[in-house]
């Protein structure tokens, strides 16, 4: 696949995932950084045939307009990326940079996707790509209230043609990039592609989508213990999880209605896991303090033998951007690949990278690893 | 298999596990209690062809002189056991402590192996059994010394006939199982089966043996967190361990070359797991009064992307007689069916519940499982 | 004060708090137990005129049916109360809950302060008491609403004898001690005393009452943090906490409005103590199994030099019965030597037992406890 | 005391502690930075006639060459000091590097104390000092084995002057200070000045020592549950801790003899604020990732009313430099006043800052802070 060009389009693009891919891609292309944190660089999927990490091509939409080289200053600042890596990787930051168009605010209508969808064909011509991968790291958005012209591609192209606001902003995104044979990827736990109307739309187009809900911390420690208890036949009794995090996403989750999403999203994985609902509440705060830094401790009251009552509590104190970029960076080049091998639709084999996977209800990590490595590793 | 029975044959029959399981098998037999905790009471064993939990016979070896019905009631008031169970299972006890024989204390020779496979030898008889496993759940030994008789079969029968006390009392158990044709299973990290000249004995007997080093706490849990930072490609920079607990075997481990014998078991699933040597170290402290409870702290420093220091950290807090009574009555179960259809020597397919399995160097759970499931697992 | 005789009046006589004093202080007297987390039994109290702990007669008010040796049974299976002290203790257990008087559901009118006024003083006649202190162990209230009768004696009075419900039962019950002559303390952080029309009538009445809310578990730990913080210049960020719990109490904290009153409370101590506002929320979720236990997280962040960030987290595993009774017993002690010294009014002294204390912002828990000793300890 | 001139003499002049305290006194004097950490700089000591933060005079001794500036830029590294302070306070760093005289190595002689002291002098007069309170953050040494010489100042005199190496190198540098007329600090667990030779010769020449080890993190902590633990009657059955550190101390301290001269100092705490001994052990293990940051997990058992076993657990993750720096910075101002008043030998009323403090038994933070403030607080 030498001789193939992707490009990666980021809604958010200015925001500190985005960031970090950005210049971790620029880092690891220099040989400045080895590719911590990627799954795709696991020998399990080396001659797999997807692009080169050092051949994505950056561009994106955003509302904020700080320009990426001082968003990596802050980042440096904050300790998510190396003291000195902005001043190093500074023309890759400014390359991509350029390729920045102003995003979507509100809720979206017809015009919007015209718009959005010319911006991908332009970024595509411009800089010569063969297929283009847009992948949705923006804020979270609260849940989207439903509307009948979610149900179908022919309602929904009425309603927009009507200049109805029926999309929220990641689903006007998905609209516009599968419309424009543009794979789409959710790492937020946003609506996105998940209405039956651009599942239409991307089957009709023969292009392949996959989300949500980038499963960077506690949940990925839960993917692994949960399937642990159900193998060994010990009786959760109940799960609980407070998550302390700064940053934009912390900020936005302190709204009742995005955390209720993210909340639910978190808990769901337990009782599909476990086969049974399990007791407990999942409590997201914001403490500004902690900037990108988030802290998970999750209590979990289990039976053994005889109903003897014990006990696991875990923490995690990770740095949110620093786990999800290459995690990014691993769907861009497994999206590229999927859209080049003709998959259209749902891409159920990325579970691994997802709290709420589409089209699947397995949580279990190494199920997840192996559907992954069997559909994509080393053949 | 309904008409085949099977004797459980436990080394150290009046400890807490022993007592654990005889009295735990009794109540789920008699319906008082679910077999939480048994693995091979998940579906995916239905119908496996595995004598039943109720159909176990009782007996075993110990220096110990507090019968059953005895053990049973202190277990009860630590809470290990349900407060009225051992009055409840009281005949059970009564049963099972009539066929325990005086133990090996020291050093063993070959009149004690003759005296042990005899004893096995009158239980298979007295109660009518189809055959009988051997499971080692005494004390932890010191590693054995090494001795030129352990290398082969001729030259240990050579030094038992000289009367040469060679074997630790694990070995000399193990010896006794095999030589009597009774399958024998290590759950302590001892010596037991692991030298050459035992294993020529197993094949050369056609009975199968596993082992060793039960998994029941923390490193349950490091045999699904390894993998899981291996398979997102985070790297592990050290891995940090104290386990406190009271009890027999908290006493033993404070022994400094029993507690190395752990130790060293403890860490080497992590190098394995992940490719590389992890830094760190794992203590084991006794504070007796935390009886048959086991707090176990872990503290886990990892890179994410771009060499972000990040720290995950885990407390487990088990009761480990209640956590390793329902895998003995696994092991049992399995090691009886193993024995009917003709396996011997070593079965590294009973990985899934040790820490220091013999005859694979796999440590990741989830792998441990599939193999299990797919050798002993409903067809 | 050998011949003196106390008696100590329970709002919720047959809660599981309530149980554990009574058949603790039964326990104490006949030496099957050692007064452990009994401040008054610490040498600084020796010979400080207390009324013996053998000495205290009980009786109360509760709703509830179960008597208390059942109770007792109950608090025994789940670990509160050793094996067979319900069985040991009987007697006593028998004689307290013929003592005890049907209890005050809603909000209260003037006729049921008159009832439980007779009530307390047909206790003190037909036990031949000195005096008697009721002290509120009953679930905690949803805050009440204000109204104008609470702003003095006589506006209250007024509306009692109109028939209005302007009390809530914490606050009736207040009424119905301080009018009969009987010092008041709050276990909980209900209303109780806290209304200027009650305080009036303490004073007029010149008996003592004490609150609120007793400081057992994750508060008592943040009063000695919260100094260390201070008195070292480290300046704390965030102080974030959650409980986990189940009981009567965990089911009453589960509704938001009774949630709001005990979290405020809470969060109020870090910021009394260090003199700033610190950010970060408490919450509080019922976990039903895990019954009269109660896990408590907390993440605390801080700035050291140069404004390098640390953290600090602690979590405690309590049975909240076992921590309370013993300071009920101490409170019902100090309270009927204060009013027997002649004490009227808040009793600011007792501030060491409180979350919320009366007539005090000190949470330092060692200024605290030297007030205290200096006030009631040994002379 | 605006006309008096302070010295602070360093013994690891080039370590991480004395180049944060060096750089930490330069941004607080330059206003970049507030005394976040420093007990002197609390209202309690406001105009208690203390030496100003900004007019302490820095110099020492080291073994190490690698100069401060580029020390200062390591630790801006690890994120010990920020970013660009060490650029900012550069003159400062070259200032005092140029007062550091090259260190003792192994055990000294009588010349190598004059030669400390010849250099004592110098600075002193160079800088036209009024006095210099010198301060022990060299690493920890091994105990040093008993020597009659020790005993008496008259049998040391003899010994060096024999040319005997009796003298560990901290004590060799607290007889030089103090025959210099110097006070001396030990911040670390050595030796230093607690020999009863070295103890007269404090008090024949009228100046103040101070020490030992300088509770920065994990006994801080201890310093205030044990006595929350006391005061409230719960009797502790167990407290054990692990501590995991990298940098230079955490090297020291993996050797065996040094980690029990800290372990024992640890666990000493407890048994002498308890007032009964504890079981349980303290672990100090060598994390070299960690480099500069700590993290120390306790485990606390203890028995609640009628014996009910509870637990609490903390975790404590700092900075050790940040958190001794400031104390450091206290010491010097509280020992440069105490000498000023004419205070000579130990100087127990600073038992606030140690783990093993000198004239006291006193653990208990509150208590001490108390005696610190009636001592050298705002009159």
């Not at 390359?95 to 010319?118: H, K, L, N, Y």
């Not at 790509?129 to 179908?152: K, W, Y």
Request: hydrophobic fraction near 45%.
């Amino acid at each position: 696949m030498t001789d193939v060009s992707t490009g990666v389009w980021l809604i958010g693009a200015r925001g500190s995932v985005a960031t970090t891919v950005i210049a971790g891609a620029a880092a690891i292309r220099t040989g400045l950084a080895a590719p911590t944190g990627c799954v795709t660089e696991q020998p399990d999927f080396a001659g797999a045939g997807l692009p080169g990490l050092g051949e994505l091509v950056f561009g994106g939409h955003d509302v904020a307009e700080t320009c990426l080289p001082k968003r990596a200053e802050q980042l440096a600042r904050s300790g998510v990326l190396p003291d000195r890596l902005p001043e190093l990787v500074h023309d890759d930051l400014v390359t991509a940079d350029a390729e920045i168009r102003p995003g979507i605010g509100g809720p979206g209508s017809g015009s919007q996707v015209e718009q959005v969808a010319a911006d991908l064909a332009a970024f595509r011509e411009r800089r010569a790509l063969d297929r283009v991968v847009m992948i949705n790291v923006a804020s979270t958005e609260p849940p989207a209230a439903p509307h009948p012209a979610h149900g179908s591609l022919a309602a929904l192209d009425a309603a927009l043609e009507a200049g109805e606001s029926v999309l929220p902003p990641s689903s006007l995104y998905a609209y516009a990039a599968l419309s424009a044979g543009c794979a789409y990827v959710d790492f937020t736990p946003s609506t996105g592609a998940r209405l039956p109307a651009i599942d239409e739309l991307a089957r009709e187009r023969s292009v392949p989508y996959a989300g949500s809900d980038g499963k960077t911390g506690e949940t990925l420690v839960r993917s692994v213990l949960a399937p642990m208890f159900a193998r060994r036949g010990l009786r959760v009794r109940s799960w609980s999880g407070t998550n302390l995090l700064g940053g934009g996403d912390g900020a936005t989750l302190d709204d009742p209605a995005a955390a209720a999403s993210k909340s639910a999203s978190k808990q769901r994985v337990l009782g599909e896991t476990l086969g049974y609902p399990v007791e407990g509440e999942v409590h997201i705060d914001y403490v500004g303090d902690l900037g990108d830094w988030k802290t998970a401790w999750d209590h979990i009251l289990f039976d053994g033998f005889l109903g003897v009552r014990m006990a696991m509590q875990f923490t995690w104190q990770g740095c949110d951007s620093a786990l999800a970029a290459p995690l990014v960076l691993d769907l861009a080049r497994l999206m590229a690949r999927a859209h080049e091998t003709g998959r259209s639709g749902p891409v159920a084999e990325l579970a691994f990278f997802f709290k709420d996977p589409v089209g699947t209800m397995v949580h279990d990590l190494a199920a997840q690893y192996e559907t992954l490595r069997a559909w994509a590793g080393t053949p």
